[in-house]
């Protein structure tokens, strides 16, 4: 200065360059974005259903959250301050924190922090992977079978719980009829039921009612890919879907088979319906008479008045052409919302009434017969043939030498899906017991050892038991019954028409179409 007096000397302040300002807030919104990624990942991984770990755990995670929070907030004004202060390059510690402190202060601002951190959390919680241990505990399994001990059902369980120690599972059987058990079962599950059951072996003509009513958690796909699916044989495994969702696993299937004796001369394979229920059964017939008096009729018919009765009356309209129900499981209905019934239909019922009432062709307690006594019928040589289910085959045993021959018709196809209770607190473990008893090696030992019919392609090409690829032709060959929410009532009303059309040479009541089609669409059920 003029006057001589030195001034102190000031430090030269150094300026950034815009590309040197443009690194800087690149490396600070990289840091905000790595610290963003790893809150995320530490709420996400956290033990607990809602990320409940430890204190010591929560420490770290909340630190991280709350410096992500406050980074992502400061982005703003840090790139201002960087890009349009360049001459604050220099600022020490104490003039950051008194920037950082005067920055954040303003209540507005905590909130800002307070809800990213908030929304940080939330988003951890979203994809956080779901939990695949299995929840601890007792798993049950509501059937309608009374498995024995050398029962494979039974075998299968035991072997699950010496694999899972945690969750030892065990059958609760619903006994009675068809109708009871289905009774049972709803009463379980319904809210306000006792909800003891986490699984059900569920007849498949209920599947429907039972997903549409909620009764029934939808199976988790991610661990079950369609790798996985592709083994089930498609017609059975359709029977598991509802609206597009897969609802249960396929446990065991069913469809009919032919049964005729081999050691009569001229009792040939049937070829058709008419061979073993009609007509064209009575020259067999006089032949195995002649050689064994033990023989009364053709058939060992069941016409008691249950489900095998809705069951025989759809065959015999299949086999005569009809096609009242389609493979999809819908019923053909006339504009008015009745069964439309085509005359192929009702040649089919006109057909099944003459011969229940030849005492040629069926014999003198047809009507009282089930699946169940028909095979004493055919086993203690009454009749030279029978159509039933495969596991007719062991209850026969060697009591009358005989063939399995599958259809040349589509029989109805049977058969018990397993489905998780909604009700039920452990789900993945329920899965995890349901996919253990319809895996390949599992269908191979109920098949091998039972006598059911597998669900998987794979069983069928490795099965060693006698008709086992008759059997795979039956089952693929097989329809459903009408598919409904409402079908335990819908079979009672179809059952009880037929049954008095047989009393009427075929003949069904003017109102049975109506009265039958309400009940599939579950009209004055609800």
Not at 54 to 71: A, K, N
Not at 246 to 264: E, K, M, V
């Amino acid at each position: 200065m003029e006057d001589g007096t030195q001034q102190p000397d000031r430090p030269e302040v150094r300026r950034w360059s815009p590309r040197y300002r443009f690194v800087v807030i690149v490396v600070y919104l990289l840091v905000v974005v790595g610290l963003t990624a790893l809150s995320l990942q530490s709420v996400a991984s956290a033990d607990g259903p809602a990320g409940t770990g430890s204190v010591l755990r929560w420490l770290p995670i909340g630190l991280v959250l709350v410096l992500s929070s406050v980074g992502i907030n400061l982005v703003p004004a840090v790139v201002g301050k960087v890009w349009r202060d360049p001459d604050q390059a220099n600022i020490g510690f104490v003039d950051l924190t008194g920037w950082l402190w005067l920055t954040l202060r303003p209540p507005l601002r905590a909130f800002w922090v307070l809800l990213a951190v908030a929304a940080l959390v939330a988003g951890g919680v979203v994809i956080r992977p779901e939990s695949t241990d299995l929840e601890p505990g007792r798993l049950r399994i509501m059937t309608a079978f009374v498995p024995n001990p050398n029962d494979p059902r039974a075998l299968l369980l035991e072997q699950w719980n010496r694999l899972h120690p945690q969750n030892p599972a065990e059958f609760d059987f619903a006994s009675g009829e068809t109708d009871q058990q289905h009774e049972r079962m709803v009463n379980d599950v319904r809210p306000g039921g006792p909800h003891r059951a986490d699984i059900y072996v569920l007849d498949l003509v209920w599947m429907a009612e039972f997903a549409e009513q909620d009764y029934l958690r939808e199976l988790v796909h991610p661990r079950l890919s369609e790798t996985q699916l592709s083994d089930f044989l498609p017609n059975v495994l359709a029977t598991c879907r509802w609206e597009e969702k897969l609802w249960a696993l396929p446990f065991n299937t069913d469809a009919g088979l032919l049964f005729y004796r081999s050691d009569l001369p001229d009792v040939p394979a049937p070829e058709s319906w008419d061979a073993y229920f009609g007509s064209s059964a009575l020259v067999p017939l006089a032949a195995a008479k002649r050689t064994s008096q033990e023989i009364e009729a053709a058939n060992a018919a069941q016409l008691a008045d249950e489900e095998m009765l809705t069951i025989t009356a759809l065959e015999a309209i299949w086999a005569a052409g009809g096609e009242v129900v389609g493979p999809n499981g819908q019923l053909l209905l006339t504009p008015d919302g009745s069964i439309d019934f085509t005359p192929e239909d009702l040649r089919g019922i006109e057909k099944l009434a003459a011969a229940s009432k030849n005492p040629e062709l069926v014999t003198h307690d047809a009507g009282r017969t089930t699946d169940g006594s028909a095979v004493e019928v055919f086993a203690s040589g009454r009749t030279p043939y029978m159509r039933n289910w495969p596991v007719a085959r062991d209850d026969i045993g060697d009591r009358v030498p005989f063939k399995v021959v599958a259809p040349t018709t589509a029989s109805v196809l049977g058969g018990q899906n397993l489905a998780i209770s909604a009700a039920s607190d452990k789900p993945r473990a329920a899965q995890a017991l349901i996919e253990f008893l319809t895996s390949p090696s599992s269908q191979l030992i109920l098949s091998e050892l039972g006598g059911f019919a597998p669900t998987r392609q794979s069983a069928y090409g490795i099965a060693k038991r006698p008709f086992s690829q008759q059997l795979r032709v039956a089952v693929e060959r097989a329809r459903p019954r009408p598919i409904t929410g409402c079908y335990t009532e819908f079979s009672r009303t179809f059952r009880r028409g037929i049954g008095r059309a047989l009393n009427a040479g075929g003949r069904l009541e003017p109102d049975f179409a109506k009265q039958a089609a309400d009940a599939w669409r579950c009209v004055g059920t609800r």
